[in-house]
């Protein structure tokens, strides 16, 4: 499931050092600093921490049994570039004074920075500042590149990748997946009407109505103009068929305020449901079926609801 | 902590520069220390094994950990002395090592006034067993 996460969740350092003296002390430094700590005593470890947890910043001992600092680097590199949805981990190798010769080893293996032991506290509290400076940016960056300016909702890039995601996980532990699409109702006349602020404004509150009314873990996106699109992982014909008719109601029984007019806006909506068993399914088939939903509502006369069993299901 | 109270003594501990590192907190450092003699203890043992036996690498390893604490809590001299061990294992030379290894046993004497004295007992007890154990 993809996490909606809040911009300022902690930063999660990963202490990887086998000296109970300095993980303790290094503990206890960069708790005080507000991040949060995963401590681990030997490469096998950290690297156990590096795969299950998100960890935005990693201080690794260069020497160390199991996995060296100079191993995890490389392997941390290497899963930071074989899958682009992993987060950035900058790392700091902690070097004794006298390994200093070695360190253009260090940042060839991936390291970012390095701190010499016995550490300067101050000194590894701005090395640490400095990468949640470049963690902090990337986050902002993969978020803008992700969502939708104007709605905050996923982008239609970020919707495929999820679609791609939920049909691989569809496949393996053989649930349904719904998908509905939505159109907001005589856009064109409200765009024509009132003005192309009220446009956004009537896309922005409908977006946060259907925020509030789907299921957690199910996700919202901008499939373009007025159209939306949600994604329901693990849902089948009579669950889709039972949010698409309280998303319809929860956008038309409420108001749309607008700079220039309070608006009653309403929605149409088509939804898929695949069956249990699916194999080969294809983003483009469960969006081309629930488009033929949506118009099959848009003639029905609107503010109405049309969910299909995949076809193929049947 | 009264063991703590007179910075200007040249003991094993520089007092100023391990406070600034872990904030001032007298019993985190009281903590550390404790922490760090058990430590201790169980690598004086092993690196008394790897000297007997001949292992280099061991030394190595286990001496540059060593050193590694030492400076953290600034136990100068135990890091230094670590340090010429952690050298001794790289070179291979053993008669370097076992002088060292016995400073080092002398160096960490000096850690006494650190901890209550019934807990120093049971230190010394073990010391006493590794060192006598051929």
């Known amino acids: 499931m993809e996490k909606k996460l809040p911009r300022t969740r902690p930063i999660k350092v990963l202490i990887a050092e086998d000296n109970a003296v300095s993980a303790k002390i290094l503990q206890g430094n960069i708790k005080d600093w507000g991040y949060d700590v995963v401590l681990a005593m030997d490469g096998k470890q950290a690297w156990q921490a590096l795969q299950d947890e998100e960890i935005g910043l990693a201080v690794l001992d260069w020497m160390m049994p199991e996995i060296n600092g100079i191993e995890l680097c490389k392997k941390i590199r290497q899963i930071n570039y074989q899958n682009e949805n992993h987060e950035y981990t900058y790392i700091i190798l902690l070097t004794a004074r006298d390994e200093q010769k070695d360190l253009i080893k260090g940042f060839s293996a991936g390291a970012d920075d390095y701190i010499t032991k016995p550490f300067n506290s101050l000194e590894l509290k701005a090395r640490l500042k400095t990468g949640k400076r470049l963690i902090d940016l990337q986050r902002q960056l993969q978020e803008q590149a992700n969502r939708d300016g104007l709605t905050g909702l996923w982008n239609r890039k970020r919707m495929y990748r999820i679609l791609e995601k939920e049909i691989n996980r569809t496949q393996r532990i053989s649930h349904p997946l719904a998908i509905i699409m939505i159109d907001i109702d005589n856009f064109k006349r409200i765009n024509d009407t009132h003005g192309h602020q009220s446009g956004d404004a009537v896309l922005q509150a409908v977006s946060s109505i259907l925020k509030k009314r789907v299921r957690s873990y199910d996700e919202i996106c901008r499939y373009g103009g007025d159209e939306l699109l949600i994604i329901l992982p693990n849902c089948n014909l009579g669950e889709t068929k039972k949010i698409a008719e309280r998303l319809r109601q929860a956008v038309s029984y409420q108001k749309v305020n607008t700079e220039n007019a309070v608006l009653d806006v309403t929605i149409s909506l088509g939804g898929v449901s695949t069956g249990n068993k699916r194999t080969d399914l294809k983003p483009e088939t469960l969006i081309s079926t629930s488009d033929e939903a949506l118009l099959e509502a848009k003639y029905k006369g609107r503010n109405c609801i049309v969910v299909k069993k995949l076809k193929e299901c049947m | ?134």
């Open chain 2, 1 to 134: 902590m009264s063991n703590f109270t007179n910075p200007k003594s040249t003991g094993p501990i520089d007092l100023s520069s391990v406070m600034e590192r872990i904030g001032g907190d007298e019993s985190f450092l009281q903590e550390l220390i404790e922490i760090y003699i058990d430590d201790f203890v169980e690598k004086y043992s092993q690196l008394k094994q790897a000297i007997q036996r001949g292992k280099f690498g061991i030394i190595k390893e286990v001496a540059h950990s060593l050193k590694g604490a030492s400076g953290n809590l600034s136990l100068t001299d135990l890091q230094e002395t670590s340090y010429s061990l952690e050298l001794s294992g790289k070179e291979k030379n053993i008669e370097q090592a076992k002088k060292s290894f016995l400073r080092l046993g002398e160096e960490f004497e000096r850690l006494k006034n650190l901890l209550p004295s019934n807990k120093w007992q049971n230190i010394e007890d073990k010391m006493i067993r590794i060192k006598t154990n051929v």
